[in-house]
C-alpha cells in the first residue's frame, strides 16, 4: 500500500483518517508527502492535454479536493505543506507506518520535470529531502514521484541522495530502471493495479463497483505481490468506503498489507532483472508517465569472444 499525499488537506484530514483505518485491518502502508507549497490550482495549465477535462469530469475533482484547494497557486496562497502539516506527518510516523518523499511542489514537479535539466531536478530534490528531513528528523528511504514523472538526472540522483528504493513508476514487478542504456541503483517497486481515479467513470465502473473490480484485477498476484497507489485526498476522504472494502477483499484473498520497505526487505535485490524505463500513457490518465519497459537483456557474445581469444577484449552484447 502507497499513499501519494498530494495537497495540504489530504495530509491534514486524509492521512490520519487511513492510519486509523489501516491501524483497525492490521494493514502497514507507505505514505509519501508532499513537502513544500500546494499550488494544486495551477494544474489548470494541462487542460490542453487528452484526456485532462475528461478525468476531471469522471472523478469530481471539486468533490474530492475542495475548492479552496483548486484556487491555491492561482486566486490563493499555496500553503507550505510541510510546515502546517508537520503534526500529521509525525503522528503517522509514530504510529508505526513507513513515510518517504513524494515532491517538494506536487504540480511543479508532475509538469516540469520531463524536459528539466539537472540542476532543477537536484534543486527540487534536495529541497524536499531537506524538509522531511526537518520535519521527522531522519533522512527518508523512499521516494515515490509525482504524477510518476522522472526523467534521467531524477534516477540518477535517487542513489546519490540515499534512497534505498523507489516507486516512480508503473509497471508489472520489481526492477532495476536502465535509461538508454544506462542502469541506475535505486530498485523501482512499480505501482501494478489501476488507481480509482482512472477507473471510476470508465465503461459501467462506478465509486459502488470500484472496489469489486479491483478487487477482481488483484485475483492474480504476481510473484512479488500488487503495489497498490491510493491518494490521501480520494480513499482518505469521501472514498474511505471504498478503501476499506479493499483491505477487507485483500485480505480475505490472503493477501498481507505491507509497506514498500516490506516489500523491498523481500527482495534479493541482486537478482532482480533490467527494464527499459520509456514513457507512455495509460488508460484513465492525461499525458505520459514512466512505464516499466522490455527487460533489459546482458548476453555474452560467443561469437565476439572467439574472435579476442576467450573474450579477452570482447564487450557484452546489450540487447532489450
Not at 540522483?157 to 530502471?177: H, M, N
Not at 510473484?223 to 490521501?232: E, I, S
Not at 498489507?257 to 527494464?275: E, W
Not at 492525461?286 to 533489459?296: I, K, N, Y
Request: glycine share 12%; proline share 6%.
Amino acid at each position: 500500500l502507497k499513499v501519494d499525499a498530494d495537497t495540504c488537506r489530504g495530509t491534514r484530514e486524509g492521512v490520519p483518517r487511513l492510519a486509523e483505518l489501516f491501524a483497525r485491518y492490521g494493514a502497514r502502508a507507505s505514505f509519501l508527502f508532499s513537502l513544500g507549497p500546494d499550488h494544486t490550482g495551477r494544474a489548470i495549465r494541462r487542460a490542453l492535454r487528452p484526456g485532462f477535462f475528461g478525468k476531471v469530469r469522471r472523478t469530481s475533482v471539486l468533490e474530492h479536493y475542495g475548492l479552496r484547494t483548486l484556487l491555491y497557486g492561482t486566486l490563493l496562497p499555496g500553503p507550505d505543506i510541510g510546515l502546517a502539516c508537520a503534526a500529521q506527518m509525525r503522528a503517522v510516523r509514530a504510529a508505526g507506518f513507513e513515510t518517504g518523499v513524494h515532491c517538494w511542489d506536487h504540480v511543479r514537479w508532475q509538469d516540469g520535470v520531463p524536459g528539466a535539466g539537472e540542476d532543477w531536478t537536484r534543486a527540487q530534490m534536495e529541497r524536499s529531502l531537506a524538509r522531511y528531513t526537518e520535519v521527522l528528523g531522519e533522512p527518508p528511504r523512499v521516494h515515490g514521484a509525482a504524477g510518476w514523472q522522472m526523467n534521467v538526472h531524477a534516477f540518477r540522483l535517487l542513489e546519490r541522495l540515499g534512497f534505498e528504493y523507489a516507486s516512480d513508476t508503473r509497471g508489472s514487478g520489481p526492477f532495476v530502471p536502465v535509461w538508454k542504456g544506462e542502469p541506475f541503483a535505486c530498485p523501482q517497486l512499480p505501482t501494478t493495479l489501476p488507481t480509482l481515479d482512472e477507473l471510476i467513470g470508465t465503461g459501467s465502473i462506478t465509486a459502488a463497483s470500484v472496489a469489486s473490480h479491483l478487487l477482481a484485477l488483484s485475483r492474480e498476484a504476481p510473484p512479488a505481490g500488487h503495489v497498490y497507489t491510493l491518494h490521501a485526498e480520494l480513499e482518505g476522504g469521501k472514498l474511505l468506503p471504498v478503501m476499506e472494502a479493499l483491505l477487507s477483499g485483500w485480505k480475505d484473498m490472503g493477501y498481507e498489507l505491507v509497506a514498500l520497505g516490506d516489500l523491498a526487505q523481500d527482495l534479493s535485490m541482486a537478482a532482480l532483472p533490467r527494464h527499459e524505463v520509456v514513457s507512455g500513457s495509460l488508460a484513465g490518465r492525461s499525458g505520459t508517465m514512466a512505464l516499466q519497459g522490455r527487460e533489459f537483456l546482458v548476453r555474452h557474445n560467443a561469437n565476439a569472444a572467439a574472435a579476442t581469444g576467450g573474450g579477452r577484449g570482447g564487450g557484452p552484447d546489450f540487447t532489450t
